[in-house]
């Protein structure tokens, strides 16, 4: 997909980014398995403080894939742009490489509250390149990521196993980490990850 969405973040914060108007901000990673709704989670954060903004990723995927709004590469147009410096984070992952845009180290410096879907690989790198990380880890039973996988309709019964069953990494000692079960409502989901970056009082 091309384009900015409202909520994007691929360059500098403004106003609405900002936290109190000043100093720096924060990156909100947030973590969890596949199919726990870690983009229903985000986009669901940004409609209710909408001064947050969504990291706007790059993908080794056709745009046409759907989901989260994304810029789809090829795997070659990926490694030019990796080897000249244009990610802040990268990692690959189930045969995709994922990349977050190094301008938006300059929107969190600034004030931004940046929303990204991460991988726990990239945390440690997470906490040396942003001036401030907090870590939402997303739950959700086993049952309930398989079904949600399963009506994705992408991968076959093999491949969600596979994903399922890879270990998470551990976050990096003493960084904020907060978990959020989203396997009800995701409203409810949406209050404990608000109360836990202390917004909405």
Do not use: C
Request: aromatic residues 4%.
């Amino acid at each position: 997909m091309t384009g900015n969405g409202a909520g994007n973040a691929t360059g500098n914060a403004t106003g609405n980014g900002a936290r109190n108007g000043a100093g720096p901000g924060r990156l909100i990673a947030v973590v969890g398995p596949s199919g726990v709704g870690k983009d229903s989670l985000i986009d669901a954060l940004i409609a209710a403080e909408p001064g947050m903004r969504r990291a706007r990723r790059v993908i080794t995927r056709p745009a046409s894939a759907g989901g989260e709004e994304f810029e789809g590469v090829s795997e070659a147009q990926f490694h030019r742009r990796r080897e000249a410096g244009a990610f802040a984070l990268s990692w690959g992952a189930h045969g995709l490489y994922y990349g977050i845009p190094i301008e938006t180290v300059a929107a969190v410096t600034q004030g931004a509250q940046l929303l990204a879907n991460l991988s726990r690989g990239a945390l440690s790198d997470a906490a040396a390149r942003y001036p401030a990380v907090h870590v939402l880890s997303v739950t959700a039973p086993p049952e309930v990521l398989v079904e949600r996988l399963a009506h994705r309709g992408r991968e076959t019964q093999a491949d969600i196993a596979r994903r399922l069953a890879r270990p998470a990494a551990a976050p990096p000692p003493g960084m904020p980490v907060t978990s959020i079960e989203n396997a009800g409502p995701i409203a409810d989901a949406v209050a404990a990850a608000r109360a836990a970056l202390g917004m909405g009082r």
